[in-house]
């Protein structure tokens, strides 16, 4: 009993300052806790802040280009497309999903690409552009297929190609019928 | 005092005749080209864009032939393959014993009227002939070239239209005055023009 007793306080004796150091660590982490949260109230509030006008701010930011726009000449119910280079001068990645032409109620969105030694041509349900990005639509990769339009396409026409994408956003372009570069 | 001289000798006539050598199997070589396609073990009959009937190869014997393989309803590779057609039979200068054809694999669709329409709208040159006929006869003569199609893409438009695409081989080719099909290329490359028509040059003079 004795030397139980012994051993026993000898041993609260030697957890007593163990404890006291546990309580001092747990009450200065409380301290560094709240004082942390109270530090951290302002910053966080600064943090939403910010979001919100990088959210404002990604709006404004919202800037796809179509560059240098033409589309291939054709008569009335025969096909053609339309090529040009989307670039994303803004800093918000978007998808094209939809296109549409007075040249024609069908547009498409089409791929081509060379696959097994056979040139495919594949429908695309959208084509994603990054931040800072240009992809070029052109003979032999991504293109808008004019299918069957209502009347001929003559070299020099005008016509009309609107952009729609993912964000909502929407680009209206007047284009020309012909290449400009050939 | 007479032997350093004539040691000197044969090393030089036999550098000359490795070189003379050389010269005369490069040139042999570049315009010997290997028969890829006999086309003469059979004949097709084909159309033109004026309904004209065309048997092939008989029609083109003792001329070169630069083909391509197209339909009209693709609207992106195709132009491509027409436009290096065109290209070519320009950088050539408009030869008249060269004969240049655009060989439709969509008969079913590209009549000698759409095709005579399809000319038009490529402002073609009046010696560029495209070629279409019964699809049998078609699909056998694509059969013989190795020009592979598969039907890709039946859909329904917005508006209610059923339209189908083609995938295809991408090939313009050279066939000789014999009938032989003797140089294949990818077709709708940009590069494709000029190689074709060096070639042609060193074939033709
Ligand atoms: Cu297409």
Known sequence: MNNQSLLFSSASTRTKPLILLLLFVCISLGLMLGCN????????????????????????????????????????????????????????????????????????????????????MEEQPFVAIQASEQIPFQPGGYHIMIIQPIKDMEEGDKISLSLYFKSGMIIEETIQVGNPTI | MNTKPTLAKPPSFVLTFIFLSFLLIQSA??????????????????????????????????????????????????????????????????????????VSFDPLRDTPEVLHRYKEVFKVDENVNFLTGEPKMVQSFMDSVRVRTQESMRTTTDSGKEIYFLNHSDKIMVMNPKGEIIIEYGASMPSIPSLIVQDLQSLIQ
């Open chain 2, 29 to 102: 070589c570049m315009n010997d080209y290997k028969v890829i396609d006999d086309m003469n073990d059979a004949s097709f009959e084909l159309v033109n864009q004026d309904s004209v009937r065309v048997i092939f190869p008989e029609d083109f014997r003792g001329q070169y032939v630069v083909m391509g393989f197209v339909y009209t309803n693709c609207p992106d590779i195709c132009p491509l393959i027409t436009q290096n057609l065109i290209k070519i039979q320009k950088d050539l200068g408009y030869p008249s014993n060269v004969q240049f054809l655009g």
């Open chain 1, 37 to 120: 949260n109270e530090v951290d109230r302002p910053d966080s509030a600064l943090e939403e802040q910010g979001r919100l006008t990088s959210l404002s701010m990604a709006k404004s930011e919202w800037n796809i280009a179509i560059e240098d726009a033409w589309a291939r000449p054709t008569k009335a119910g025969m096909m053609s497309a339309a090529y040009f280079t989307m670039h994303n001068v803004g800093s918000v990645a978007d998808s094209l999903v939809q296109v549409s032409s007075n040249a024609s109620k069908d547009l498409q969105i089409h791929l081509s690409y060379m696959n097994d030694g056979i040139m495919v």
